[in-house]
């Protein structure tokens, strides 16, 4: 649906009370007891005082023309830019820095109501149109001022903006749940795997290497990412990186390992995942085994994940990284690394309870997903004016 609508369309500097303006260009060293002031990696969700940085009383007063009052709203300048997030009273009196802009609406505009138009497709995609850079993407002050939204009259925007707060209650409702059961999740997972009973043997033992390699039919080429496991090379990058040097890659087939020797902020030694299609072409310089049949492969697939390998590959990576961004350490060294083997019942019965966990996390994580998109479904509706909603009249009699 194109962005029409019966509503008027107003400069985000005319709706302002104040001029948009960033804040601390140098904070200087956090403060335990100073002045909390909000950044761009802050922005995004709820605020929340305790997880912001602090800068001195006379750092934040030197700056005091950005400093923040219940209902500003703050927007990213660069970083994910223009996220936006609403101020809280319990930060009133606190800065920013100067990636991020501060808007304080007039009283004829509902900030509730600014701060979800802001955070809609439409405008996000102008903010971005307008953003300039190439390593380090940045909005000006100057070109925000500029950005424009629909603004309907009061009354319908505090109803907009109450309606939408339903929603975002139910999403808010939601991922809180889903984090409580991740926090349940991981700690069933060192509970449930760590246990120092079980004999311990070589990954090499109970494992066979893969080396086979393309056999020229038509696969899907993939790569391994720390956070999804299998993706499609051309998912990943935009475009399939392989080439010619395809022919070399190895064939993996359905419930087969691959360990990615690349390190990330998830995965610092490397990861290790199952492939769930019914087969791949990943890079040779992957580590690729599958597991004896006799073991159950839900249970290690936890394992793995869990980082339970992590101290042992640590030790077996010899100088960090390579030039093409591997762990140095190659497949002996990884097949020397040691695992424990419970009995075949005890696998069944950890792997079923983790399972189920992460079903249900999975299902948690759909719902939200559900709810954010009906949530922009609805605005779009809402802001075009192709859904116009009726604010409730207070009777005369009852008016101050």
């Known amino acids: ?10 400069p985000l500097a005319t709706i302002a009370t104040a001029p948009i303006v960033y804040g601390i260009v140098q904070p200087g060293e956090n403060v335990s007891a100073g002045v909390p002031f909000v ?24 700056y005091g023309r950005s400093s923040l009052i219940a209902g ?9 830019i223009g996220s936006s997030a609403l101020v809280p009273e319990s930060l009133t009196g606190a800065n920013i820095s100067r990636g991020v802009a ?6 004829q505009h509902d900030p509730h109501f600014v701060h979800q138009v802001l955070s809609s497709t439409h405008v996000r995609r102008e903010i971005d149109s307008l953003s300039r850079g190439s390593a380090l993407r940045e909005i000006s002050i100057g070109a925000l001022r500029t950005v424009t939204i629909p603004t309907p009259s009061l009354p319908e925007q505090r ?34 795997l760590s246990s120092e009973n079980w004999p311990r043997v070589t990954l090499g033992r109970v494992t066979e290497r893969v080396v086979r390699k393309n056999d020229g039919r038509d696969h899907l080429v993939m790569t391994i990412s720390a956070k999804s ?28 390992f691959a360990y990615n020797k690349g390190n990330s902020l998830t995965y610092p030694q490397g990861c290790i995942f199952p492939l769930r299609q ?3 072409l990943v890079p040779s310089v992957y580590v690729a085994f599958r597991l004896d049949p006799e073991l159950n492969a839900n249970y290690y697939e936890h394992l793995f994940s869990a980082g339970l390998l992590n101290r042992q590959l640590a030790q077996r990576i010899s100088a960090g990284v390579r030039n093409n961004g591997l762990l140095n350490i190659n497949a002996t060294e990884f097949f020397d690394i040691r695992v424990p083997v419970p009995p075949r019942p005890e696998q069944d019965r950890v792997a079923k309870v983790l399972d189920s966990m992460t079903a249900e996390i999975a299902l948690l994580d759909r ?16 802001l075009t004016g192709d859904v116009r909603v009726i604010p409730e009249v207070v009777p005369e009699e009852e008016q101050p």
């Open 1 to 10: 649906m194109s962005w029409h609508t019966t509503q008027p369309f107003t």
């Open 39 to 62: 950044q761009t990696r802050d922005i995004g969700g709820v605020l929340d005082p305790a997880h912001l940085d602090r800068t001195t009383d006379k750092i934040a007063a030197a």
């Open 72 to 80: 500003d709203i703050l927007i990213a300048l660069r970083g994910e």
């Open 102 to 107: 501060r808007l304080r609406v007039s009283a």
């Open 159 to 192: 109803k907009i903006a109450e309606i939408l707060r339903v929603w975002d209650k139910a999403i808010g409702t939601t991922e809180t749940l889903s984090s409580l059961k991740q926090k349940r999740f991981r700690y069933a997972l060192q509970r449930l």
């Open 229 to 256: 496991g299998f993706v499609a090379q051309a998912d990943k990058y935009r475009r399939d990186m392989a080439g010619k040097s395809a022919e070399t890659y190895t064939l993996l087939r359905k419930g087969e």
């Open 278 to 280: 019914p087969t791949a």
């Open 367 to 382: 719902k939200i997903e559900l709810l954010r998109t009906q949530k922009r479904g609805l605005m779009q509706k809402l």
